[in-house]
């Protein structure tokens, strides 16, 4: 069993940063793809960035060049940075673990709310 754990949302205004984390339960980096989605209030879970075991990066459209996903392995921490937030950005943000070989074994966090407002 995998946990993940987020920390880091909150209120920002926009074209403001914020960093995430997400903290696992044990050293998965070598067997797990990493993954940020979010959810705004009325819409679908999305995909926001993706970072696999061999350290290759996937993004959203709507967030490349702002965001940067990356980890931390003697942190077992993976972050998720924004920068020059924009209202659209806020939802509800979620941490991913994917088992490499086998889809199935998907684990989430419990969600960060990030809120971009003046």
């Known amino acids: 069993q995998v946990q993940l754990v987020e920390s880091g949302g909150g209120l920002v205004q926009p074209g403001g940063s914020l960093r995430l984390s997400c903290t696992t339960s044990g050293s998965i980096f070598s067997i797990y793809a990493m993954g940020w989605y979010r959810q705004a209030p009325g819409k679908q879970r999305e995909l926001v960035a993706t970072?696999?075991?061999?350290?290759?990066?996937n993004y959203a459209d709507s967030v490349k060049g702002r965001f940067t996903i990356s980890r931390d392995n003697a942190k077992n921490t993976v972050y998720l940075q924004m920068n020059s937030l924009k209202p659209e950005d806020t939802a509800v943000y979620y941490c991913n673990a994917e088992h490499k070989r086998n889809p199935l074994l998907s684990y989430w966090g419990q969600g960060t709310q990030v809120t971009v407002s003046s």
């Open positions: 970072l696999t075991s061999g350290g290759s990066t």
